[in-house]
């Protein structure tokens, strides 16, 4: 069975930093992109970055995550991680991580072509 744990959230004040990670197990991690997205209350679910490595890496930001967020991956572990720094208040929301199938292409910000999703993980940022 495909499983997707996140874990690393919790509380953090505004301006600092927290790591978050994605366990995947069931899957052959290095053929699937992994992605990160959340969902603060009462807004859409939105995509947040992610990474696909086989020769080398290719990652993927939002615009508003881009140069304080960075994502990376060990292999050896099947884990994801996701290393925010900087945090704002707006980034408080339920984090999730899912992977996507590469076998006949890939879309990174098209959360239909993901195939496997975690179950989320809170992060809250305080002023």
């Known amino acids: 069975e495909v499983r997707l744990v996140e874990s690393g959230g919790g509380l953090v004040q505004a301006g600092g930093s927290l790591t978050l990670s994605c366990v995947a197990s069931?899957?052959?991690?290095?053929?699937?992109?992994l992605g990160w997205f959340r969902q603060a209350p009462g807004k859409e679910r939105e995509g947040i970055s992610c990474?696909?490595?086989?020769?080398?890496?290719?990652?993927y930001y939002e615009d508003s995550v881009k140069g304080r967020f960075t994502v990376s991956s060990d292999n050896a572990k099947n884990t994801v991680y996701l290393r925010m720094n900087n945090l704002r208040p707006e980034d408080t929301a339920v984090y999730y991580c899912?992977?996507?199938?590469?076998?006949?292409?890939?879309?990174?910000?098209?959360?239909?072509?993901?195939?496997?999703w975690g179950q989320g993980t809170q992060v809250t940022v305080s002023s």
């Open positions: 069931g899957l052959t991690f290095e053929r699937y992109v």
């Open positions: 990474t696909f490595t086989e020769d080398g890496t290719t990652d």
């Open positions: 899912a992977a996507q199938s590469t076998l006949d292409g890939w879309e990174p910000w098209d959360q239909d072509e993901y195939d496997y």
